[in-house]
């Protein structure tokens, strides 16, 4: 008969497994095959010893299950399944995997126009963000958050965020997300009547787009044609 130790490494290679085979069914867009992998691992836990592994795999399978249900907008469940990351991340400390829980939490309420709910959520990740180290989630959180503001025609604050993160992200070398702020501030200066300030943002992201091949380089023209 095997060990309650060989019962634990069988369960978390098979649930492993199972975890990837759904992330790659997501990646493809098969979102109810994902969906039915995930199951299969997290069902493949059921019933071990609540140790830190298990806890941990737990907590992963739970993530990516929310995120195919989200896919096919079955908001209920997906948002069971975020609080269960969220509480097993508090309970074996994985401050990580605790800030995604969240940051997937804001966005969920957000898509179902809870904006106020998505807010606090995501001031919650951007202090766990902040708190260890997590500069391109920090990056993310202050422009989810500027989104939220402009949303409400907040042009102020959301600027105020939008500078952040530009500053942010080139800091770290992340040329997307320091082009996807540029584009947004952009819009937000030509909402306010800045226009020089936007038609400076909006080259500034047409520069790192076309260095990257950006599809999105067309949008800024766009923008810029149009002040």
């Not at 399944?81 to 966005?107: F, H, I, P, V, W």
């Not at 958050?145 to 042009?155: D, E, G, P, T």
């Not at 080139?170 to 040329?175: N, Q």
Request: avoid cysteine; hydrophobic fraction near 40%; aromatic fraction near 4%.
């Amino acid at each position: 008969m095997a060990s309650q130790d060989e019962r634990i490494e069988s369960a978390i290679a098979d649930a492993t497994q199972a975890n990837d085979a759904g992330v790659r069914l997501i990646d493809e867009g098969r979102f109810v095959a994902a969906a039915e992998e995930l199951r299969k691992g997290l069902a493949r836990l059921r019933g071990l010893p609540p140790v830190l592994v298990v806890k941990t795999g737990e907590a992963v399978l739970s993530g990516n299950l929310a995120q195919a249900l989200v896919r096919q907008r079955q908001f209920a469940p997906a948002i069971e399944l975020l609080e269960r990351q969220a509480r097993l991340a508090r309970e074996t400390k994985d401050l990580q995997s605790y800030g995604n829980a969240l940051s997937s939490l804001g966005s969920v309420y957000l898509e179902q126009g809870d904006d106020a709910k998505g807010e606090r959520f995501f001031e919650e990740r951007l202090a766990i963000a902040r708190r260890i180290g997590d500069k391109k989630g920090e990056g993310h959180t202050l422009n989810a958050l500027a989104n939220i503001y402009l949303a409400r025609k907040q042009y102020g604050p959301a600027i105020d965020l939008l500078t952040k993160r530009v500053a942010l992200a080139e800091a770290i070398g992340d040329r997307r997300g320091q082009a996807t702020s540029l584009l947004t501030l952009g819009t937000a200066y030509g909402e306010t009547s800045r226009r020089e300030e936007a038609q400076a943002a909006f080259g500034q992201a047409l520069e790192l787009m076309d260095g990257e091949g950006d599809p999105r380089a067309q949008q800024v023209k766009a923008a810029l044609a149009q002040l």
